[in-house]
């Protein structure tokens, strides 16, 4: 194994999974911390966890696990994979969780940048935007977990974190790799700015050599060429059979292509309130989606003062947990029932989907949306969405893909 990652939610994983994929690796995503050693031919592991939102000691603690494992089975790099809009608080897990693995790796100089171009992420004079945006004016701000109200990376990181951060402005990355791995050479974190790939790929050629990194998936764009790797696509075997999309998600986008999506196929909405007070379980749900035609589906997504409201009534963690648990259950009785094709939106409740199917490695196939691959588990065949990520016809699109072959 050359490139070890860890990151911190499931659909994070399977995006960077996906640019080491499309670059040549040989890649496999692994469900939280193995057991076992990988296949020794692997060229780049993606340790997928539930830490995002985790107490930080648990986050630390886990993140760690997943480094130890990865130096075992030969890694030369180490990737923090955090999420393209850089979603904490200001107690973390982004800036603990990355101190951390900075002294256990003894890196000096640490690249973070969340960039991803293609999606719309950019960082630029330290900060985040979202297309035309700043981060704050994006819809993250009305986050449910982690609303960021500060565009600012530095600021952001900083609060987090007990190292110095610093800043390494556009004009510097554009000098080159040697001046910009020149720049980055004091003990501390970097928000490296980034509007373009080619931005990516000068980071990538200045972080040879060096132990840890942390950003989005666009921060492998360039790593993958360090290792004299060459680009080939991903291949897929068609999936057939009943499938279903279950949202969890309260992004713009997501919300986006709900609305898109009731307008085609049978839905049914999920209630905080009505899972508690036992009026919605999972046994009737599992019977409605078996008795649909269509692929139908099954959303808690809400605009962010319903989700306040539920908030305010029930408690944060709460209202999460309830939820998560939820989906989970659902899912793994519908693949028990013969489902074989899942779509899911969200990064926790792609967390919650994925651990409630036991799945313990995720093969990754071809990109259904920039930042999302289809996966396989068994013969089960998933697409884990990130909130943000996607266009409207997105659920629609990625059930017809998995049908077919690439």
Partial sequence: MKIGVIADDFTGASDIALTLAEAGMSVAQFIGVPSDDS????????????????????????????????????????????????DSTPQGNIGPVLDALADRLQARGVPVCPAFPENGRSVYQGHLFVQDRLLNESGMEDHPLTPM????????????????????????????????????????????????????????????????????????????????????????????????????????????????????????????????????TVDDVTAWVLSQDTAPLVYSSADPDVVRAAQAEF????????????????????????????????????????????????????????GVPLVRAGKTALALKSGNFGGETFFADTLSLMEQSA
């Fill in 149 to 280: 109200t500060d565009p600012d990376l530095r600021r952001v990181l900083a609060a987090q974190s007990a190292r110095a951060v610093q800043h390494v402005p556009r004009a510097t990355v554009m000098r080159g790799p040697s001046v910009l791995a020149e720049a980055m050479g004091e003990d501390a974190h970097y928000i490296v700015d980034a509007i373009t790939d080619d931005d990516l790929l000068e980071i990538g050629a200045a972080a040879r050599g060096m132990p840890l990194l942390c950003g989005g998936s666009g921060i492998a764009l360039g790593l993958p060429v360090n290792f004299n790797v060459t680009s080939r696509p991903p291949t897929w075997e068609p999936v057939t059979g009943p499938g279903v999309v279950l949202s969890g998600s309260c992004s713009r986008a997501t919300r986006a292509q709900v609305e898109h999506y009731l307008a085609i196929a049978p839905h049914r909405q999920i209630d905080v309130r009505t899972v508690l007070d036992g009026s919605t």
């Fill in 39 to 86: 296949d020794p031919d692997l060229g780049a592991g993606v340790v997928a966890l539930k830490s995002r939102t985790a107490p930080v000691a648990d986050a630390i603690a886990t993140s760690l696990a997943a480094c130890e494992w990865l130096l075992r089975q030969g890694a030369e790099q180490i990737v923090l994979k955090v999420c393209s809009t850089f």
């Fill in 315 to 370: 408690g944060t963690e709460r209202a999460a947990a309830t939820i998560e648990s939820f989906f989970s259950s659902l899912a793994t009785e519908l693949v028990t029932r013969g489902l074989t094709r899942l779509v899911v939106a969200g990064g926790e409740t792609s967390g919650a989907v994925v651990t409630g199917l036991k799945a313990e490695a995720l093969t990754i196939g071809p990109r259904a949306a920039a």
